[in-house]
């Protein structure tokens, strides 16, 4: 009988102290909310941030690979400035070497009408 009523008694302490956290957690709860400070749910607050980890690492992964395409494009696009720059100076040197070759042929011309 006194070992029960001592159990009785621990089980009634026990109670009080569950009842006395759960109401200062629902009071810090409620100031954080006042202080416009989202506070997740009990039971919740795992599930929530697993889901937010696998979301970001799915954006991760979305922009790495939009990376890799961008440094893709940027790529080609240096080789065909390269490409295009090449292609501008031969065509100066081939107008230049057209130029002089017209400024010979004028000149002979010239030469032949005299």
Do not use: W
Not at 75 to 102: F, G, I, P
């Amino acid at each position: 009988m006194a070992s029960n009523e001592a159990f009785k008694k621990q089980a009634e302490g026990a109670s009080t102290a569950a009842e006395t956290y759960l109401e200062k957690n629902k009071q810090l709860q409620e100031k954080l909310l006042e202080a416009g400070i989202e506070v997740p749910e009990a039971g919740k607050k795992g599930v929530g941030l697993q889901e937010e980890n696998k979301s970001l690492k799915e954006e991760l992964k979305t922009l790495k690979e939009q990376l890799q395409d961008t440094k893709k494009a940027l790529q080609k696009s240096d080789s065909d400035v390269c490409a295009m720059k090449k292609q501008a100076e031969n065509l100066t040197v081939e107008y230049d070497r057209l130029l002089e070759e017209h400024s010979k042929l004028l000149a002979s011309s010239d030469k032949k009408s005299d």
